[in-house]
């Protein structure tokens, strides 16, 4: 194992990408620290600067109806439940104008599968957000949504992306990728787009110069091959074109939810934290996620492979509804940032620095 | 001439660390490398073995003369949230404990003005009366130096006359951090680092193991950790008496440090003060992540970097939860478990003395 592993980081030092059979590996068999460094050692290679990025934005869930039900979810609502909403646009505005009034530049809007809302709404809105608030960049609909939107509106992916960032969208977060395996998927999310479905949008947002991101949820009841494979689907749509500028690995949180279960603990989080650094060298930014492992681990991720802490948010509620509610401020985070040794920096959604701290 | 070399080669060769060399691993950002020396030193102690018990707090009273500025769990007497268990509250709790397969019961509260040494025997005489088989960690070094005070007897006689009433051993609270220009802005009321030291020595002459802990991330500096983890490395040579060291991270929410500054140890420091704690307490067998101040997922990654016990199931912690942690006030065992196994480790269910509990 040992001689295994000074192989694999001395390719990793050249940039030599690592193959499905080694990474596997690696990630069963290295134990915690053994990967960390592994991981590290990329992100020195990767990052040398010791700068720590973070974005000033706001989740904004413009609706919780969803018809796909996904098992993981305590977010999703039927239209008819009690609960279940739709944001008006002043309500959206109002949230984008609060976003703006703290130094915000990121809007990231998502919401569910709402069988009502087709391609006008969206263009609609928009252009209404881009109207008022043309600083914003606005970072919304994950592949899950633009595949429905365009489906109900009788449009080709092409078609609706098109119209899309005619009417402002910027550019387009990962979510809903879980895990792209349908085996997997057809357990916990059976009626979301498959695998391919999801990558082929993120395909067509490239063709289509959108900067993108790309997200993994774990935890849940996928297998480790399950968690390398996803890897090597993000990594190889990145190879043939992608725009992916981030990788977000995160936890399924089983609170209020259909599937239950536990969530993944810390040394499970760092691991496939750093196993994401090793396998995608052709994405530049590794996320922490402080929304589902609280400051101190995102903190500690920095060292397992994380440059960036993603988005302060001003308003976080699908985590929040399955009972993880992790806050925190701007000025927590430069704090802990500088804690762990490294330069906070505010960013842009496309990865300008903002400012220095 | 001190480089991060030569302190491996010293750990790998089982020599003891210096000052300077733990404070040089303080300063030092090479996290990951200190952990796994850390890993090393206490696997050639305790392997892939994990400790953790089954215990409960009771926190007898949260009434307390002393004011402690790092501390939101004190009221005055008369205070709104003031409280102080009956024996019969004690009593209870003791027994729904032992139902749900508890070992120990760890006892602490505050500096209650009212109260005289015969009230905190019969608490204990109340647990031991519920079973004499549940081990009783209680009062800290602190609690004790005021029993002294309020009886006006010598700590040896007080000792003995709770060992006489149940008491097995002690828990390691009240440290804080020694150095005394911390401390006075910290707890100027609270006994002194020197007296506390005092107080452990005589509870090991009396046959009592106890814990020792350190109060960190508030004020302090590097160099007033090192002294404080070598006071008690050297008290520790002259008694042997210390089962574990409990690095404890300041909670800051609701505390009077809090509104003077924004501060609280992140997670790379947290870690950092346990491989230090490792690598330098080399008369300690066990270094403990206290998972209700780190937080579970801080005190499960610790167990890389030379951590080898994760307290127990808890059950109603109240001390860290007023200070604002933000971990449950207690875990089932199932959840210890699969902390400890999804870490990589073997889980050991100790007794408090740190005794594998074979089958239950």
């Known amino acids: 194992m040992q001689s295994f592993l000074r192989k694999c980081a001395e390719r990793l030092e050249t940039g030599a990408p690592l193959n499905r059979q080694e990474a596997l590996r690696i990630f069963v068999e290295a134990d915690l620290l053994e990967l960390g460094k592994l991981a590290d050692g990329v992100r020195r290679r990767l990052h040398p600067e010791k700068i720590v990025t973070f974005v000033v934005d706001r989740n904004v869930n413009y609706t919780n109806v969803c018809v796909s039900r996904c098992r993981f979810c305590a977010f999703y609502r039927d239209e008819a439940d009690a609960d279940a909403y739709l944001l008006s646009q002043e309500e959206i505005y109002r949230k984008v104008e609060e976003l703006v009034a703290q130094g915000g530049t990121q809007l990231l809007m998502q919401g569910g599968l709402h069988p009502q809302l087709g391609i006008e709404f969206f263009e609609n809105l928009f252009r209404g957000i881009k109207g008022r608030f043309p600083e914003i960049l606005n970072h919304s609909l994950s592949p899950t949504e633009i595949s429905h939107v365009a489906r109900i509106s009788g449009l080709t992916i092409a078609d609706a992306l098109h119209r899309l960032k005619e009417a402002g969208l910027d550019s387009i977060p990962g979510g809903g990728a879980e895990i792209l395996v349908d085996r997997v998927r057809a357990e916990i999310s059976p009626d979301k787009i498959g695998w391919e479905e999801w990558s082929e949008v993120m395909r067509e947002a490239a ?22 494979e996803h890897l090597f689907r993000i990594r190889e749509i990145q190879e043939q074109g992608g725009t992916f500028t981030a990788f977000i690995p995160w936890t399924y949180q089983p609170g209020n939810t259909e599937l239950g279960g536990v969530a993944a603990s810390g040394v499970e989080y760092l691991k496939v934290l750093a196993l994401s650094r090793l396998v995608l060298c052709n994405i530049p930014n590794i996320q922490a996620s402080w929304v589902t492992q609280g400051a101190k681990l995102a903190q500690v991720a920095l060292y397992f492979g994380a440059n960036d802490l993603g988005g302060t948010m001003l308003e976080e509620n699908v ?15 430069i704090a802990l940032i500088k804690g762990a040794g490294f330069a906070p920096a505010q960013r842009t959604t496309d990865y300008k620095i903002v400012q220095f701290y | 001439m001190i480089s991060f070399d030569s302190i491996t080669d010293k750990v790998r060769t089982g020599r003891r660390l210096s000052d300077s060399e733990a404070l040089f691993l303080f300063e030092s950002e090479d996290l990951l490398e200190i952990g796994e020396l850390a890993a090393f030193a206490n696997a050639s102690k305790n392997g892939r073995r994990v400790y953790y018990n089954v215990n409960r707090h009771i926190n007898y009273s949260n009434i307390c003369v002393n004011h402690c500025r790092f501390c939101a769990f004190r009221r005055d007497a008369g205070e709104a949230g003031a409280y102080l268990l009956t024996l019969e509250d004690i009593r209870s709790r003791a027994e729904e404990a032992l139902r749900q397969g508890a070992t120990e019961i760890h006892m602490v509260g505050g500096l209650h003005p009212d109260l005289s040494l015969p009230c905190y025997e019969e608490m204990l005489r109340a647990v031991k009366a519920v079973s004499p088989r549940l081990h009783l960690k209680a009062f800290t070094a602190v609690e004790i130096d005021y029993f002294s005070r309020i009886s006006g007897l010598s700590l040896r006689e007080v000792l003995l006359s709770l060992k006489e009433s149940g008491l097995d051993s002690l828990p390691g609270g009240g440290a804080e951090i020694f150095a005394p220009a911390v401390r006075s802005e910290l707890c100027e009321e609270k006994i002194s680092g020197d007296r506390w030291l005092e107080v452990m020595e005589e509870a090991h002459r009396c046959g009592f193991r106890s814990n020792a802990t350190m109060l960190y991330g508030h004020l302090e500096s590097h160099s007033d950790r090192v002294a404080h983890l070598s006071r008690l490395r050297d008290l520790q040579d002259r008694t042997g008496g210390f089962q574990a060291l409990v690095a404890l991270p300041f909670q800051p929410l609701n505390t009077q440090l809090h509104s003077d500054r924004n501060l609280r140890a992140g997670g790379v420091d947290d870690l950092k003060t346990v491989a230090v704690s490792r690598l330098y307490l080399d008369n300690f067998n066990n270094i403990k992540a206290y998972w209700v101040l780190l937080g579970e997922k801080i005190a499960q990654v610790a167990l890389a970097f030379g951590a080898n016990d994760l307290d127990g199931t808890v059950v109603d912690e109240r001390i860290g939860h007023e200070a604002g942690a933000e971990s449950p006030r207690g875990m089932t065992r199932d959840e210890i478990l699969r902390l400890i196994g999804s870490a990589g480790k073997e889980p050991v269910e100790r007794d408090s003395l740190y005794q594998e509990i074979l089958s239950r």
């Open chain 1, 207 to 228: 063709r289509q110069g959108f900067p993108t991101t790309a997200t993994m949820m774990f935890g849940s009841l996928e297998r480790s091959e399950d968690i390398v």
């Open chain 1, 319 to 333: 985590v929040a509804a399955a009972g993880c509610s992790f806050r925190i401020t701007r000025e927590e985070l």
